[in-house]
Every structure is written in structure tokens, then in C-alpha cells.
């Protein structure tokens, strides 16, 4: 929910610039190095057994990533 919100934010202040294809591509940059990070701690939680933080941060980026593609998808094609 919060890397919902946060994405909404960006793309919103993106869409407002004069320059959107350049911001699009910041906020869709950000986005792919959060849900990376994200996924490598995930990752290391998992190997540490701790179950639900592992889930947590598996999920935490999905929604972010997904709609970054999107919006590139829609902006570029």
C-alpha cells in the first residue's frame, strides 16, 4: 500500500512536468532499484527463517514494478 501510494505520488509529479517522458523514466528507475532491494532483503530474511518479514518484503515492490511497466508500456509504445 505505501509503495502504492508512493508511485501514485511520483507519477502524478512526473505527469505535471513539462518533460514527462524524463521523470517517467526516474520514477519507473526508482521504482525497479526499491523492489530489487527489496527482493534481496526478502531474500535474506527467508534464508534466516523469518517467514513473514520474507513475505512481506516480496511483496512490498509487485504492485510499484508492475504499474512502473505499465505507465513505460503506455509512454513509449
Do not use: E, Q
Amino acid at each position: 500500500m505505501v509503495g502504492h501510494i508512493l508511485w501514485l505520488a511520483g507519477i502524478s509529479v512526473a505527469i505535471a512536468t513539462t518533460t514527462i517522458s524524463s521523470w517517467v523514466l526516474v520514477v519507473a528507475v526508482t521504482s525497479f532499484v526499491v523492489g530489487a532491494i527489496a527482493a534481496v532483503l526478502g531474500w535474506r530474511f527467508y534464508n534466516r527463517k523469518s517467514d513473514v518479514l520474507a513475505a512481506f518484503l516480496f511483496a512490498l515492490p509487485i504492485s510499484p514494478v508492475l504499474l512502473s511497466v505499465a505507465v513505460l508500456g503506455v509512454t513509449y509504445l
